[in-house]
């Protein structure tokens, strides 16, 4: 048993019976280095004055304002691709189309609450996807891939998104699994 399953079965064991868990199917590994590359973009965002948003971000032509509703409207496209596989989407969701260049021009408290709620929707539906469900093909950023894939692409995409913030992410903060990934 490695410390993040001894850290894992310790926390369940303090929340008891009634709290929800990742399946045991779900790639835990992969959800670990997305779910702490989120915490890591999150600490870079808060750093953030509100008017350090319209600055440039790493990547060419890109604001930090675009660059944190591409990394929301990530989340919630995988979100909804998910729930896709429980249930059917409400209209509303299926007809769901990501405008980054609307998103960037929010308030930047609205800016931040966007990328908070992409999050904790996106951590809800990977919680809650049964285990046979984690090996369907879902479609995320136009490419068919089984819905375990998820937590892998969206850790590099958040731990990179957090470095391309230009505001103290560092490459060599990037975890090892993802750098030698990126290569």
């Given amino acids: 048993m490695t410390s ?3 850290a894992r079965a310790a926390l ?3 929340q ?3 709290a929800r868990y990742d399946d045991p199917a779900a790639p835990h590994d992969d959800l670990l280095l997305a779910r702490r590359g989120t915490a890591y973009f999150a600490r870079r965002l808060n750093a953030l004055r509100d008017d350090d948003l319209w600055a440039p971000s790493l990547r060419a032509g890109v604001s930090r304002r675009h660059l944190i509703a591409q990394v929301s409207y990530q989340a919630r496209e995988m979100a909804l691709a998910l ?7 409400v209209p509303e969701e299926a007809e769901w189309r990501a405008d980054v260049a609307l998103a ?3 308030p930047a408290r609205a800016l931040r609450h966007l990328f908070d709620h992409a999050v ?3 951590d809800v539906e990977w919680r809650d996807l049964p285990g046979a469900a984690w090996d369907a093909a879902v479609t995320l950023e136009g490419q068919e891939m089984p819905a375990r894939e998820s937590a892998r692409l969206r850790a590099a995409t ?3 998104a957090a470095v391309d913030l230009s505001n103290g992410g560092r490459a060599a903060d990037i975890p090892a699994p993802l750098r030698a990934g990126a290569a």
């Fill in 4 to 6: 993040e399953d001894a």
């Fill in 12 to 14: 369940k064991a303090r």
């Fill in 16 to 18: 008891g019976a009634g």
């Fill in 83 to 89: 729930k896709a596989l429980r249930e059917p989407l």
């Fill in 104 to 106: 960037a021009t929010l």
């Fill in 120 to 122: 904790k929707h996106l």
């Fill in 158 to 160: 958040v731990w990179q």
